[in-house]
Nanobody
Framework: VQLVESGGGLVQPGGSLRLSCVAS????????MTWYRQAPGKERERVAV????????NYADSVKGRFTISRDNDKNTLYLQMNSLKPEDTAVYYC??????WGQGTQVTVSL
């Protein structure tokens, strides 16, 4: 099982980023998939969850209406579209899969 995140970077407040998580060694179509984030000095926080088909999603209150989790099961890839970014969204973002598998994370920094 391997998860590789990408798409992070430096963005100004109000900007957008799209994160990707490419999975290998398993089919994401069989599993719920989750995005988490961890800011410096804070505990890891669950951001968004997608059911196997992607037909149902759940979000942390702090990102509702701004972030969208999606998946392309054919590409075995999970996405996180982040709009209207705020400085408090600055964190390392991780995707999480079966067997408590984790990627290496991708840094998102929201700053002027």
């Amino acid at each position: 099982v391997q998860l590789v995140e990408s798409g992070g970077g430096l963005v100004q407040p109000g900007g957008s980023l799209r994160l990707s998580c490419v999975a290998s060694g398993f089919s994401i179509s069989l599993y719920y998939m989750t995005w988490y984030r961890q800011a410096p000095g804070k505990e890891r926080e669950r951001v968004a969850v997608s059911t196997r088909s992607g037909g149902s999603t759940n979000y942390a209150d702090s990102v509702k209406g701004r972030f969208t989790i999606s998946r392309d099961n054919d590409k075995n890839t999970l996405y996180l579209q982040m709009n209207s970014l705020k400085p408090e969204d600055t964190a390392v973002y991780y995707c999480n899969g079966p067997g408590n598998s984790w990627g290496q994370g991708t840094q998102v920094t929201v700053s002027l």
